[in-house]
């Protein structure tokens, strides 16, 4: 993680002389697919809402005592990750907050689950989460924040910080055709992770597959269709919450 932190670092710094580049390729973004963004505001499941520019999701069902904070992956707007958390929050019964990281970038915005927080009431649980670079991140942010937290959820990554002896719960997702962080990589940074460290791994599915975005450079292809892929995503969280 900290590598990441000095590359972001060095670009930011680079963007001094590159003038508006940097801030442009931020900001251009993997987009939601409009679709499922629809899909998920009418799912009976959840309630969405928009606080303080962040997207909160509540289990409708009943009332939940455990708040999920959500760092995007790089260059991913937040809404493009509602149908799966939407899916995530009806399932496992958790309350979500979806982050909007600083340029798109989750590596300048780490302290954001401090924010995110404050958008729900009445939580006992609390437990950090990301998707890509975002799951570093959050990560990151767990190994100095072990005794607010019950644990990490990985969404296509690995951690990238050492809290191999802390008492943080954690559950790795892992895509078996992801082609951006194949799942190899992920394996070897499992020891980074405490002993209890819970991996799942969805055959036939591939990075990009965490949200809903469309095709990302260099990802794998897929087997598996996105209604599967929310199943495998939402049924895992079920069992790792419950």
Excluded at 97 to 122: C, F, H, W, Y
Excluded at 182 to 204: K, M, N, S, Y
Aim: aromatic share 8%.
């Amino acid at each position: 993680m900290k590598k990441v932190l000095i590359a972001i670092g060095i670009g930011v710094g680079l963007s001094t002389f590159l003038g508006c580049g940097f801030v442009s390729w931020a900001l251009d973004t993997y987009k939601a697919e409009p679709i499922t963004q629809i899909s998920a505001l009418n799912d009976p499941g959840v309630v969405i809402s928009e606080r303080d520019g962040f997207l909160v999701i509540r289990p409708s069902a009943a009332p939940s005592a455990t708040g999920v904070l959500f760092y995007p992956g790089l260059r991913i707007e937040p809404k493009a990750y509602l149908s799966k958390l939407a899916a995530l929050s009806s399932k496992a019964g958790v309350n979500v907050v979806i982050g909007r990281p600083r340029l798109n970038i989750a590596a300048l915005s780490i302290g954001q689950a401090d924010e995110m927080r404050k958008q729900l009431t009445g939580i006992r649980r609390w437990y950090v989460a990301g998707h890509s670079l975002g799951g570093a991140v959050a990560c990151y942010y767990a190994s100095n924040h072990l005794d607010d937290l019950q644990g990490v959820v990985l969404l296509g990554t690995y951690c990238g910080s050492d809290i191999s002896m802390s008492r943080l719960r954690v559950l790795t997702m892992v895509a078996g055709s992801d082609g951006v962080i194949a799942p190899e990589t992920i394996g070897q940074h499992a020891g980074e992770l405490p002993a209890d460290a819970q991996f799942v791994r969805i055959p036939g599915m591939v990075h990009s597959q965490f949200g809903n975005y469309g095709p990302q450079s260099g990802d794998g292809r897929p087997s598996i269709d996105d209604s599967q892929a929310r199943e495998a995503i939402s049924e895992a969280a079920r069992a790792f919450f419950r």
